[in-house]
């Protein structure tokens, strides 16, 4: 069983940065792939990027690539999600999920385990 839980959320002001971080435990991280989704208040969760299982693959949806970077230390069994210029669009709930296969789909599809969220709130 895959236990995750993510960190780093908090209020910030339109244009500044973030980097949420998400530790994985019980169970062999280096041989996931990860994923971070998020989901607005109203709105359905939705996909913003995925890594495969050494960090060489990623993928982003069209309304983060640019300003946000997913990246993993495997040593450290963690996830990160690096997000700049933010703007109040961004705000949601963001969750981290594990998918046990070493490459992730385009869309983040087949995510097996999730943490249970982080708040992010920008304001304009």
């Known amino acids: 069983q895959v236990q995750l839980v993510e960190s780093g959320g908090g209020l910030v002001q339109a244009g500044a940065s973030l980097r949420l971080s998400c530790a994985a435990s019980g169970g062999t991280f280096s041989s996931y792939s990860m994923g971070w989704f998020r989901q607005a208040p109203g709105k359905e969760r939705e996909f913003v990027a995925t890594?495969?299982?050494?960090?060489?693959?990623?993928y982003y949806a069209d309304s983060v690539k640019g300003r946000f970077t997913i990246s993993r230390d495997n040593a450290k069994n963690t996830v990160y999600l690096q997000m700049n210029s933010l703007n109040p669009e961004d705000t949601a709930v963001y969750y981290c999920?594990?998918?046990?296969?070493?490459?992730?789909?385009?869309?983040?599809?087949?995510?097996?385990?999730w943490g249970k969220g982080t708040l992010v709130t920008v304001s304009s």
């Open positions: 890594i495969s299982w050494r960090g060489g693959r990623t």
């Open positions: 999920a594990a998918d046990l296969s070493l490459y992730p789909s385009a869309h983040g599809d087949g995510m097996e385990y």
